[in-house]
């Protein structure tokens, strides 16, 4: 295919850079032609870490295509859901591993108001918008430069929206950073401008399932939420604007609990969303990088930990896979395939005064990081 043959393997100069030999010599980005879209060419990165840990990563919607990882006895799975190829991504209406913006999450009916304009954007999901709507971050080619520095390897991406697109205000420049270090952790920086204020909240959105993508379902998998309330929703789940605590609910994942345990009782919230999907509101203290979530899949022993700066996380355990989807290697992923952990403001904050502000405003940076860090034990 052409592309292996334009497979082209950059090192990064460990003068410029400042990193010790080893570490360089072990660090690799390739980066071969994934094919084209309508909208021109896309390339697929793959990164390897010291450690052999390997991602793969389009300029395509800034997609995480694969994230290999070893387990316990140090065997290696693919740990994210996807496709083999770009077609499959071309129509992943799951957004399998991209990025997911102007807004990630549900905006209600469409429609919110700022420095007292009201904007209307287009309903992709019952009565609201999601995911930033038609054409959304996740359908957008990025620009991309690959990078070793101290912390690892990765990609700088990079996208300029423009004032009006998908009915978002303002021109807004938008850069994503993904590094993988050598400590197994996949770091996300994301950071963005605009010129006019703008309701902004960027995610990443790959399933998870550490025994491995097809590889049976998630509900045995241990989770622990550092979260002692969630942002319960309406029918067509928006919040309510409350913010309610877990404690004796199945909402309550403060202590490590398996996720299918509760998953299908009799509870309002679960129902709603045909298990988990729902925004937690994060324990938090101060600024910084904190621990949001972690996993731990006792059959593998793999464990993921989520830190993030963001204010909430949406739990996802995958409820609308239902076997339509056929992904890599030809696995049909059914209900509860994987989970989402996507970092996030909550869902519809332009219309919840009480929610931390999603609005961007000219003049301000938006800084926003998370990281996914990766052990075997
Ligand atoms: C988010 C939403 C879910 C679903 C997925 C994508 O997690 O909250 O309801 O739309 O994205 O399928």
């Not at 049976?216 to 604007?241: S, W």
Request: some cysteine.
């Amino acid at each position: 295919m052409r592309a292996r043959h334009t497979a082209l393997f950059l090192f990064i100069s460990s003068l410029l850079c400042g990193m010790p030999s080893t570490a360089w010599e072990e660090s690799l980005i390739r980066k071969e032609s994934f094919g084209k879209t309508p909208d021109g060419p896309v390339d697929l990165y793959t990164i390897t870490n010291a450690k052999g840990v390997e991602l793969r990563v389009t300029n395509y919607g800034g997609i995480i295509v694969s994230l290999r990882l070893p387990d316990k006895n140090g065997s290696p799975a693919d740990i994210v859901l996807g496709y083999d190829n770009l077609d499959g991504y071309l129509k992943n209406p799951a957004y399998f591993g991209a990025i997911v913006g102007r807004y990630a999450n549900r905006i209600a009916n469409g429609k919110f108001t700022v420095d007292g304009i009201e904007y209307h954007l287009a309903k992709n999901n019952g009565p609201n918008s999601l995911h930033g709507g038609l054409k959304g971050f996740d359908k957008v080619i990025w620009r991309a430069e690959p990078f070793t520095d101290q912390q690892g390897s990765g990609l700088i991406l990079s996208f300029a929206s423009k004032d009006g697109e998908e009915g978002y205000p303002g021109n807004l420049k938008t850069k994503v950073t993904y590094t993988l270090t050598d400590q197994n952790e996949l770091k996300i920086d994301y950071e963005a401008t605009t010129d006019e204020a703008t309701p902004l909240n960027l995610t990443s959105h790959s399933y998870f399932n550490l025994s491995g993508e097809g590889n049976g379902d998630i509900l045995k998998h241990e989770l622990t939420l550092n979260a002692d309330r969630f942002t319960p929703v309406d029918q067509t789940e928006i919040p309510t604007g409350d913010l309610r605590s877990v404690n004796g609910t199945p909402m309550d994942f403060t202590k490590s609990t398996l996720v299918g345990a509760r998953i299908n009782d009799n509870y309002e919230q679960l129902l709603i969303g045909h298990g988990y999907d729902h925004n937690f509101v994060l324990n938090r203290k101060g600024d910084g990088l904190q621990l949001a979530a972690s996993v731990r899949d006792p059959r593998t022993g793999r464990v993921l930990e989520v830190y993030t700066t963001e204010p909430g996380v949406q739990l996802y355990t995958g409820n609308f896979l239902d076997g339509t989807i056929t992904g890599k290697q030809s696995h049909v992923y059914n209900k509860h395939a994987a989970l989402c952990l996507e970092t996030q403001h909550f869902p519809d904050s332009p219309n919840h005064a009480n929610f931390p502000s999603a609005i961007l405003q000219p003049g301000q940076r938006y800084r926003s990081s998370t990281v996914y860090k990766f052990l075997a034990q």
